[in-house]
């Protein structure tokens, strides 16, 4: 029997920091909810705005996959291993903090809010010597299908991260429907509705709703309007 939870998008964590808003579906640093720290191996899933000129001063992290999803804007990258980069719509980022790492995150242009979502992933080794890598994935692909772009797998479609993890994204017309099956036993799956509405087997979905699965081997997926969403699978049980 299939084991399931739903985060309407209304009962997210919210913080206004002037230069940042974000929402936040698991706690984060001012947001706490006991029944609401991860998902299995997803620790962190910001749904963020950085208004023109704002952005991350550096900071640090360690033993955690951190990854960036632009979805609107220009984000400029600088970290402590020397690499400079900007990431954009298309893009994905990836971060093995590793053994620790410092990293800024700014928009430059003043003139238009940057929106990402900010995903942390708890790694299934520590340690590591810190790395990063960026790609860049022609949207087009995920038109009524499913798009890879994140696995275990360095030689994959997408980014890697070291854990038993794949992401999905898809962009659907409505109507359009697709069998999902996990790749690995013992992963759940969180999808989280970006525009539109889904219905993952009977459970509708509404912009921005996250829900999760798990104790199953396969689910439909259904664009009741059309719709863009991503999939994360990952453990549901690991060591961290």
Do not use: C
Request: glycine share 8%; aromatic share 12%; no cysteine.
């Amino acid at each position: 029997m299939a084991n399931t939870v739903l985060h309407k998008a209304d009962t997210r964590g919210f913080a206004d920091h002037g230069w940042l808003k974000s929402h936040q579906s698991f706690s984060f640093a001012n947001y706490y909810n006991p029944e609401r720290i991860h998902f299995g191996a997803l620790r962190v899933l910001n749904d963020d705005i950085v208004l023109g000129g704002g952005g991350f001063g550096k900071h640090p992290h360690d033993n955690m996959e951190i990854i960036s999803i632009p979805l609107e804007g220009d984000l400029e990258h600088k970290d402590s291993m020397g690499n400079t980069a900007v990431i954009k719509h298309g893009d994905i980022q990836v971060m093995s903090a590793g053994t620790g790492i410092y990293h800024s995150e700014y928009n430059k242009d003043t003139n238009q809010a940057v929106k990402f979502l900010q995903i942390w992933v708890f790694p299934n080794k520590r340690n590591v010597e810190p790395r990063y890598d960026q790609v860049t994935l022609n949207p087009a692909d995920r038109h009524n299908q499913l798009q890879q772009i994140l696995s275990p797998n360095a030689d994959d479609a997408g980014v890697w991260i070291y854990q038993n993890a794949w992401f999905h994204m898809g962009n659907f017309d409505k109507g359009v429907s697709t069998e999902y099956n996990l790749k690995a036993k013992g992963n759940g799956v969180y999808i989280f509705v970006l525009k539109g509405d889904v219905k993952v087997n009977d459970q509708l979905l509404n912009t921005r709703d996250g829900y999760g699965i798990w104790d199953v081997d396969n689910f439909n997926i259904t664009a009741e309007t059309d719709a863009e969403f991503l999939l994360m699978e990952v453990p549901m049980e690991f060591k961290y």
